[in-house]
C-alpha cells in the first residue's frame, strides 16, 4: 500500500461516495454519466480530490475517489452538485422534463471512508500499541 505525503504529513483519505437523483429520478444514462464524471474531475482538482472509479446506475452514481487531509468534503459535493446540475440541464435540456421543480441530486448522499485494511485490523493494532507490563 503506498501512501500519500505532503510537506507536513503522509497519508491515505479513500472514500466512496454515493449520490441519487431527486425523487430517484431514471434520468443517468451512459452519456450524462460519462459528463457528470468529467466535471468530477474538473472540479475534484480545485478541492485536491482525485478521481479513481465511477459507476451509475439510472438513479444514481458511486464513485471512489482520494483526497488530501485538507479538503472540505461536503464543501465539495455541493460544489460539485450544484454545478453538475445546472450543467447538466443546460446540456440536455429534455432533462428537466423527468425532474421535479428542475431539481436534479437528492440534497442527501452517502460518504463512506474507506481504506487498505479492515477497522477490526486497526482496532487490534491499536489496542496492541505500548508495553503493557510497564514496571
Known sequence: MELDKNQHS???LYYHLIMVTKYRRKVINDSISKELMNMFSYIG???GIMLEEWNHDIDHVHVMFKSIPSTNISKFINAYKSASSRIIKKKYPKI????WKEYFWSQSYCLITTGGVTIETIRKYI???GD???K
Open 96 to 99: 428537466k422534463e423527468k425532474l
Open 10 to 12: 503522509v497519508y491515505l
Open 132 to 134: 503493557r507490563n510497564e
Open 45 to 47: 482538482k480545485n478541492y
Open 127 to 129: 489496542e496492541g500499541q
